[in-house]
C-alpha cells in the first residue's frame, strides 16, 4: 500500500528524485503508528489490580421518630448493630439489627418498642481521603410493640410483625487503624395496631450512630 501511494505521488508531481523521500517518510510514519499501537496495546493488556473485600461490623446510638396516623408521633431511643462485606469497589451489601423503646406509648403509661432485622445492598458512589458517603436499600422484618389510647386511662396493647423496609445513606470516616466512625439516616417503613385492632402503616426517620471495626484492615487502604 506504502508502495502504490508512492508512485502515485511521484506521477502527479513528476519528479523521480523526491519519490525515495517521500517513500521514507511515509514509511517511518507507518512505524511509528505501528509502535503507538503496539504499544496501546500492551498497556490495555496490562493486568489491573485486584480489589480485596472489606468486611466490618459496627454497633452503636439509635434514634428513632414515629409516626402513627390514628395517634400521634413517639420517640424511641436504643441501639443499631450492622455488618458489611464490600465485594467491589463502589458496591457491597449489609446486615442491620435495630432494637428502639421508649418507656410510655402515647402516655399511656406502657412500655414499647421496634426492633427491626433488614438487609441489602450498599452504594458507595465516591471516596474522599479517609471519608466517603453511601446510600442503602435495606428490607427485612419489623416487629412493633405499643399500645394506643381508647379513653380514659383504657388502652389498647398489642404487637405487630410485618415485612419492613428503609432508604437512606450517610458517611463513613475511618479515625485510627481498623476503627471508623458511621452517621446514617434513613426512612423506615414498619406497621403497628391502631385503636380497632385495625394494622397500619407506620412511617419513622432513624438517626445512628456507630463506631466500626474492620475484619481485615490494612494500613494502605486509608
Known amino acids: 500500500m506504502a508502495i502504490s501511494l508512492c508512485e502515485a505521488l511521484v506521477e502527479s508531481v513528476n519528479c523521480r528524485d523526491r519519490q525515495s523521500s517521500a517513500c521514507k517518510a511515509l514509511f517511518f510514519v507507518l512505524i511509528?503508528?505501528?509502535?503507538?499501537t503496539a504499544q496501546s496495546r500492551l498497556g490495555s493488556d496490562?493486568?489491573?489490580?485486584?480489589?480485596?473485600?472489606?468486611?466490618?461490623?459496627?454497633?452503636?446510638?439509635?434514634?428513632l421518630s414515629s409516626s402513627m396516623p390514628t395517634a400521634g408521633q413517639v420517640q424511641f431511643n436504643g441501639l443499631q448493630a450492622s455488618a458489611r462485606a464490600n465485594f467491589l469497589p463502589h458496591w457491597g451489601v449489609a446486615l442491620d439489627f435495630g432494637y428502639v423503646r421508649t418507656s410510655n406509648v402515647l402516655n399511656t403509661?406502657?412500655?414499647?418498642?421496634?426492633?427491626?432485622?433488614l438487609g441489602g445492598p450498599v452504594f458507595y458512589p465516591i471516596a474522599h481521603g479517609r471519608t466517603r458517603p453511601f446510600l442503602h436499600a435495606l428490607i427485612g422484618a419489623g416487629l412493633v410493640d405499643g399500645a394506643v389510647p381508647l379513653s380514659g386511662d383504657t388502652y389498647l396493647h398489642g404487637w405487630v410483625e410485618r415485612?419492613?423496609?428503609a432508604f437512606g445513606g450517610g458517611i463513613e470516616h475511618s479515625v485510627?487503624?481498623?476503627?471508623?466512625?458511621?452517621?446514617s439516616g434513613d426512612w423506615l417503613r414498619t406497621a403497628y395496631a391502631d385503636s380497632i385492632s385495625t394494622v397500619r402503616g407506620q412511617n419513622s426517620v432513624r438517626v445512628s450512630a456507630s463506631i466500626l471495626f474492620r475484619l481485615n484492615y490494612h494500613a494502605h487502604r486509608d
Open 32 to 36: 511509528l503508528v505501528a509502535s503507538a
Open 46 to 63: 496490562a493486568p489491573v489490580s485486584a480489589y480485596s473485600p472489606t468486611f466490618d461490623v459496627g454497633c452503636g446510638y439509635s434514634f
Open 109 to 117: 403509661g406502657h412500655p414499647g418498642y421496634i426492633t427491626t432485622f
Open 163 to 165: 415485612p419492613a423496609y
Open 176 to 183: 485510627m487503624g481498623p476503627f471508623a466512625l458511621r452517621g
